[in-house]
């Protein structure tokens, strides 16, 4: 949530999240309601910061006291631009599985599949480095 409702401020658009007109922010963290606060539904990271609104908004506010770092900024913006899951090991291992496909760059990985009606097994080797790298050997 934090990366999306900074877009404006590293934009250089505002000066502040609350200051842009279609942000999220004054409501999550100030529970000011309105046109841009109506349609909102609180998701399930917002829900987990606080036992009440009161205390869900004081951390909302908490979370912007400091910026995002350079390093994770790259990590996003590059998991998003490349289709990659961004999280820990067991998460990415979670989605890799949910999509039957590679969720993050690194190591070689082999996956084996089988086409039942044809009976052709199917080996697919993914491999990182400048871009990824498929390799399909049928037998």
């Not at 998460?91 to 599985?97: D, P, S, T, V």
Request: aromatic fraction near 10%; glycine fraction near 8%; proline fraction near 3%.
């Amino acid at each position: 949530m934090r990366y999306i409702e900074l877009n404006p401020v590293r934009a250089g658009m505002v000066a502040h999240p609350g200051d842009y007109p279609w942000s999220s922010y004054r409501h999550h963290a100030q529970g000011e309601p309105g046109v841009n606060a109506d349609w909102l539904t609180a998701h399930e990271e917002y829900l987990r910061l606080g036992r009440n609104e009161a205390d869900r908004q004081s951390a909302y506010r908490e979370l912007f006291q400091a910026a995002i770092s350079s390093k994770d900024l790259a990590e996003i913006r590059e998991c998003t631009h490349k289709g990659w899951a961004l999280g820990g090991e067991r998460f990415k291992e979670q989605i890799e599985a949910l999509g039957q496909r590679r969720a993050v760059s690194g190591s070689v990985r082999i996956l084996l599949s089988m086409d039942l009606n044809s009976k052709t097994k199917l080996i697919t080797i993914h491999k990182q480095s400048d871009h990824n790298i498929m390799h399909l050997f049928y037998f």
